[in-house]
């Protein structure tokens, strides 16, 4: 009897977290994820900021290309393809739209701020100045 007495108040004095412990440690991840969330979203502006620019610079060495191995004519009315890497004809080559919709704050571009789901529309003229240039795809 007297060993059953005591196993019952071991096992009552068992005693899990209390509120109090409780509500620090959700106040503790509370604070954690208000910190974090602005640093993620910035780096996710940083991240799409960074595609649009790769995407210019490579719709300007495309144009250089197209430009270079012609015959000198003015590379007009092309648009760069950012899945194949190439220029083409016409925006329906285009099945679907590459800009971020970032402020890309790059000079050779115009405008300077993507929409969601543009295209660079690419022009050379025959002095070899590169125009490039956001476009909706639809």
């Given at each position: 009897m007297?060993?059953?007495n005591n196993l019952l108040r071991k096992?009552?004095?068992k005693r899990g977290?209390?509120?109090?412990?409780?509500?620090v440690v959700v106040a503790i991840i509370a604070v954690l994820v208000a910190i974090s969330i602005p640093i993620f979203t910035a780096q996710l502006d940083?991240?799409?900021?960074a595609t649009d620019q790769a995407n210019l610079r490579a719709a300007k060495a495309a144009a250089v290309?197209?430009?270079?191995?012609?015959?000198?004519?003015?590379?007009?009315?092309?648009?760069?393809d950012a899945e194949s890497g190439k220029l083409v004809d016409a925006l329906t080559d285009i099945t679907e739209g590459y800009a971020q919709g970032s402020n890309v704050?790059?000079?050779?571009a115009t405008p300077?701020?993507?929409?969601?789901d543009d295209v660079i529309q690419v022009e050379?003229?025959?002095?070899?100045?590169?125009?490039?240039?956001?476009v909706d795809l639809t």
């Open positions: 007297i060993q059953m096992k009552l004095n977290f209390t509120l109090a412990e409780l509500l940083k991240a799409k900021t290309v197209e430009f270079l191995s012609g015959d000198g004519d003015a590379v007009t009315d092309k648009f760069y704050k790059d000079t050779s300077e701020v993507s929409e969601k050379v003229s025959t002095a070899g100045a590169v125009t490039l240039t956001w």
